[in-house]
């Protein structure tokens, strides 16, 4: 089993950026594909981006496109969500999640076995 931890979510101004990390311990993180997903408040917990266990190949969601660089560092067990341009509509609860069956980076919740607390990420106008 895996135990997820995110953090680096906060405040920050429209047009701002953050780094989100997660730190995985437990198993070894390279054997995993790892996803990044959110949900705000009233909504349904979305896609955001994923990367492959090499880190060769992400995936992202329309609205992560061109703002968002998921990235991982496997010798340090993490991965990372680099958010920049943010926007009032980003404003949401970020999670890690891991998928321990596929190769290829899904973009569905239910494909992620392993998924950690969450850090709350708020973008003011």
């Known amino acids: 089993q895996v135990q997820l931890v995110e953090s680096g979510g906060g405040l920050v101004q429209a047009g701002g950026s953050l780094r989100l990390s997660c730190a995985a311990s437990g198993r070894t993180l390279s054997r995993y594909v790892m996803g990044w997903f959110r949900q705000a408040p009233g909504k349904e917990r979305e896609f955001v981006a994923a990367?492959?266990?090499?880190?060769?190949?992400?995936r992202y969601a329309d609205s992560a496109k061109g703002r968002f660089t998921i990235s991982r560092d496997n010798a340090k067990n993490t991965v990372y969500l680099q958010m920049n341009s943010l926007k009032p509509e980003d404003t949401a609860v970020y999670y890690c999640?891991?998928?321990?069956?596929?190769?290829?980076?899904?973009?569905?919740?239910?494909?992620?076995?392993?998924w950690g607390q969450g850090t709350q990420v708020t973008v003011s106008s």
């Open positions: 999640a891991a998928d321990t069956l596929r190769a290829l980076p899904g973009g569905r919740s239910y494909e992620y076995e392993y």
């Open positions: 990367i492959t266990r090499s880190g060769v190949s992400t």
